[in-house]
Nanobody, 121 residues
């Protein structure tokens, strides 16, 4: 049973930084696409940053240069380092995993419960 557990969501001021973590358990293959979506109230879930199944990173244009996805494979953890946060970054951030990379949420197999990121002064 694959499980994804996010942590690190918090309240941060505009311009601030935050690091999200996603612990992945129950998956034995290293060929796993993994990444982050986010969903703000009243909006569709949108992709943020991902690793495809061979480890290449992909970023949504709006976060390029501000967010960085990384991983500690020994700890089965994927991180999302967010800097220069904007009010429009405020959302629930979801960790997701599956056999291949896609920008379409329904293409992904496994989901975490989400962690809230609030950007406010």
């Amino acid at each position: 049973q694959v499980q994804l557990v996010e942590s690190g969501g918090d309240l941060v001021q505009p311009g601030g930084s935050l690091r999200l973590s996603c612990l992945v358990t129950g998956f034995t293959s290293d060929r796993l696409a993994i990444g982050w979506f986010r969903q703000a109230p009243g909006k569709k879930r949108e992709g943020v940053a991902f690793f495809n199944s061979i480890g290449n990173p992909f970023y949504m244009e709006d976060v390029m240069g501000r967010f960085t996805i990384s991983r500690n494979q020994a700890a089965n953890t994927v991180f999302l380092q967010m800097t220069s946060l904007r009010i429009e970054d405020m959302a629930v951030y979801y960790c997701t995993a599956g056999p291949y990379y896609s920008t379409i949420p329904t293409d992904w197999t496994y989901w975490g419960q989400g962690t809230q990121v609030t950007v406010s002064s």
